[in-house]
C-alpha cells in the first residue's frame, strides 16, 4: 500500500485502488497508447519493431474468452457494497493470474512489518468514516 494511502486512511479516508490486468478486449488501450514523439529516441529501440504486435497477440492468446473491462468494473461494484472499514487496500483484477496478485501480498506484508517496527500499525486498518462521524 503506498504511503498516501496510509495517511489518508489514518486520518479517516477511505481508499480503494482497483488494479486491472492486461484486458486485451472491450478496451482500445493498447492500440491507442501513445508512441514516442522523438523520433530519433525511438530509432534507437528498432531492435524491438514488432515487440508490441507480439505482446498483443501473445496476450490475446493468454486472455481467457470472455475476459472483457466488466470484471473491473464488477470488482468496484462489489468494492462500494463492502461495509466501510472492510474494504481492502488494494484489489487487482487480474485475468491472466500473472502474479500480480502474490506480489501485492508480499508487499503488504514487508510494509506491515516496516509499520508495526515504525509502531504505526494502527495505520493499517482501514478505519473509513461514516456521514457525520468525526475523523479518527
Excluded: C, N, W
Amino acid at each position: 500500500m503506498p504511503s498516501l494511502t496510509v495517511l489518508v486512511t489514518g486520518a479517516g479516508t477511505g481508499v480503494v485502488m482497483v488494479v486491472p490486468g492486461a484486458i486485451v478486449s472491450g478496451t482500445a488501450h493498447f492500440t491507442e497508447a501513445t508512441r514516442p514523439a522523438d523520433t530519433g529516441t525511438a530509432a534507437a529501440y528498432t531492435e524491438l519493431e514488432g515487440i508490441e504486435q507480439h505482446i498483443m497477440d501473445r496476450l490475446g492468446e493468454l486472455s481467457p474468452p470472455g475476459s472483457s473491462p466488466r470484471s473491473t468494473a464488477e470488482a468496484v461494484v462489489r468494492l462500494v457494497g463492502l461495509p466501510v472499514g472492510s474494504r481492502p487496500f488494494r484489489t487487482p483484477v487480474d485475468v491472466l493470474h500473472d502474479g500480480a496478485e502474490q506480489l501485492d501480498e508480499l508487499a503488504r506484508k514487508l510494509q506491515s512489518a516496516l509499520m508495526t517496527r515504525l509502531g504505526i500499525e494502527r495505520l493499517l486498518q482501514p478505519t473509513g468514516r461514516r456521514d457525520g462521524d468525526p475523523a479518527r
